[in-house]
């Protein structure tokens, strides 16, 4: 079965104290890709990843990071977290083939 | 700026009647398109989506119709259900340089079906 897989499913921590989104993928997709929603605001890209070891900036980058050493992993690192950054974050994965994206259930991260 | 638009923030439809969700877009270099539906607490999930290639695409009770003169392309469920009720999301990509295909997002409509 196609899945993407987001851990923790919820996170409320303090500001300052860094934390680590993970996304796996079982698909061999090439894309990943990370996105916050917020109300009114739709989705936003923060990063994105065409393939192991190439990342790049999406929209909303400030106060994030990734990496992608693997080609099913790409965790989401927020390395001093701010209460801007409360929001409902969503990993999703597609080929170069086909950009029919497969979502993970979500995050949702409050910073207090 | 929004190259991605969903002018309306929601829409509410009487059960068994057409529903039709709307998405405009500015980048005419844009190839593929889909729709997204999400639930409260769930990821967005595939829909349906059509290439530029063509001016309409049918999946049961969803079809989508793109207008690239006008740059615009809508979404009609027909007949709509209680269960069609979800937040749904216009996308678009184009093959960039690199072969970079970024999926670019309306905001989104909500809709409701009333039973």
């Known amino acids: 079965e196609a899945q993407v897989t987001q851990n923790p499913r919820y996170l409320i921590t303090v500001t300052g104290k860094k934390l680590t989104v993970t996304c796996s993928q079982n698909?061999?997709?090439?894309?990943m890709s990370w996105y916050r929603q917020d109300p009114g605001l739709g989705l936003r890209q923060i990063y994105y990843s065409m393939n192991v070891e190439v990342t790049d900036k999406g929209d909303v980058p400030e106060g994030y990071k990734v990496s992608r050493k693997e080609k099913r992993n790409f965790p989401l690192i927020l390395e001093s977290p701010s209460p801007n950054q409360t929001s409902l974050y969503f990993c999703?994965?597609?080929?170069?083939?086909?950009?029919?994206?497969?979502f993970g259930q979500g995050t949702r991260l409050t910073v207090v | 700026d929004q190259q991605v638009k969903q002018n309306s923030p929601s829409l509410s439809v009487q059960e068994g009647r057409i529903s039709i969700l709307n998405c405009d877009y500015t980048?005419?270099?844009?190839?593929?398109f889909l729709w997204y539906k999400k639930y409260p607490a769930e990821g967005p999930t595939f829909l349906i989506s059509i290439s530029s290639i063509k001016d309409k695409n049918e999946d049961g009770r969803f079809t989508v119709f793109l207008n690239k003169s006008a740059k615009h392309l809508s979404l009609h469920i027909v007949p709509s259900q209680p269960g069609d009720s979800a937040v749904y999301f216009c996308a678009a990509s184009a093959n960039n340089a690199g072969n970079n295909r970024k999926l670019i997002w309306g905001l989104g409509t909500s809709l409701a079906v009333n039973p």
């Open positions: 698909m061999n997709h090439e894309y």
């Open positions: 999703a994965t597609w080929t170069v083939m086909n950009t029919e994206a497969f």
């Open positions: 980048n005419s270099m844009f190839d593929y």
